[in-house]
């Protein structure tokens, strides 16, 4: 079953300008991460961030974590054209196989 | 780098035929995962494997079967494809006691 619900489901930006994505999820979860995948090809991974963890970065990205609410945000700060892609959240709920729960995604498309 | 390759991008097949996709993961990965991927539905889990010979079922494996006979290959299996088969797998592999996945590039598939 689909866990984890981003918005929006499409996002159209300048080149320059900061990108907001949104993630919901319903159970509780060992940590949660954020994927990017381009056009017909493969996920890349981007950033974990554990439950106890309230918010992480890495490079350009931010990712912050509300456990009480059950959501998380994926904040691209200075966005170029080359971060256009889809990009997926995605929950582990603790266990040692690893098992993920995927979120339909968001389209973001950053115009030059 | 982790690199995961599955054996085809494309493949169009005929309604009933067997068809094998394989993926292989050159990381001594012990987990490994199949998923398909739809428009508006995101990532789904088929099946994944935390060790040789070891499966479990995922989210939808009806119509779909699995082999891991290697550690670094995990192969999925349609016994008679069907034109709701028609999507993009993806496979993925990923350490025990981690939750990092990585990705192949997909194989898009075609059942006619």
């Known amino acids: 079953s689909q866990q984890g619900e981003e918005d929006p489901q499409a996002l159209s930006i300048q080149e320059g300008e900061n990108a907001t994505m949104n993630c919901s999820y319903k159970?509780?979860?060992?940590?949660l991460q954020w994927y990017r995948q381009n056009s017909g090809r493969g996920l890349v991974h981007l950033i974990l961030i554990r439950s106890n963890e309230r918010e992480k970065h890495s490079g350009r990205l931010r990712v912050t974590l509300d456990t009480s609410k059950k959501s998380s945000s994926l904040l691209i700060t200075a966005s170029r054209a080359a971060d256009t892609a889809s990009y997926f959240c995605a929950t582990a709920g603790g266990t040692s196989y690893g098992k993920l729960t995927f979120g339909q995604g968001t389209i973001l498309t950053v115009h030059p | 780098d982790v690199k995961v390759t599955q054996s085809s991008r494309y493949l169009v097949k005929r309604t009933g035929e067997k068809v094998f996709l394989e993926c292989v993961q050159d990381?001594?990965?012990?987990?490994m995962f199949w998923y398909r991927q739809d428009p508006g539905l995101g990532l789904r889990l088929i099946y994944f494997s935390y060790d040789v010979k070891m499966k479990e079922k995922g989210d939808i494996p009806e119509g779909y079967s699995v082999s891991r006979e290697k550690k670094e290959r995990f192969s999925l299996i349609l016994e008679s494809a069907s034109t709701n088969q028609t999507s993009m797998y993806l496979c993925a592999s990923g350490n025990r006691g981690r939750y990092e996945q990585y990705f192949g590039p997909g194989t898009r598939l075609t059942v006619t």
């Open positions: 990381m001594d990965h012990e987990n």
């Open positions: 159970t509780s979860i060992n940590n």
